[in-house]
């Protein structure tokens, strides 16, 4: 499977708002109601989707647009921070290992082109196969996070995976 990561282009605005602005296009598991159309398109015009706070990148097979990862800077303590990451899968390339391809692109992008040591990505726990797409890219479950956050009428328990520069060795 060839996969990779590429920057956001204007026409992939349309792509963006339906992952996480549409329910079909976002999944259960991402789907926190609609939000502003014009997000992304301030966002593009703004800075492309990167920054030195983060980014997006868009998920690629030959052609195809499979999805994006994302990732923003969290600070750790006065001095130092980490990355934290997260990834939308388009639904008809869902469950065939994209998304597990394309954290460990990310991660080995994040850590060639910066000084930072750790990555994390936080799931819902009830979401199994985002759990194992972080378990096959390498990260290390350190543990759930108790009513961390507020989806579908709810609070939810997550799940939080990191990765080290260490762990690549």
Known sequence: MDVSLRPVREDD???????????EGSGAHQWYGWHDPHHHRRR????GFLND?????????????????????????RVSF??????IVA?????????TLAQ????????????????????????????????KAGFTREGVLRGIGFRA???QDGVLYSILRADLN
């Open 13 to 23: 605005l349309p792509f963006l708002n339906h992952l996480t602005n549409d329910l």
């Open 44 to 47: 593009w015009e703004e800075n």
């Open 53 to 77: 706070e983060g980014g997006y990148l868009i998920i690629t097979r030959d052609d195809d647009r499979l999805g994006f990862v994302s990732w923003h800077k969290k600070m750790t303590s």
């Open 82 to 87: 980490c990355y934290e990451m997260g990834l």
């Open 91 to 99: 639904p008809g390339s869902r469950g065939r290992g994209y998304g």
């Open 104 to 135: 460990r692109l990310l991660v080995g992008y994040l850590f060639d082109h910066s000084t930072v040591n750790r990555i994390q990505a936080a799931t819902e726990l009830s979401n199994l196969a985002e759990q194992r797409a972080l378990e």
């Open 153 to 155: 009428g709810q609070w």
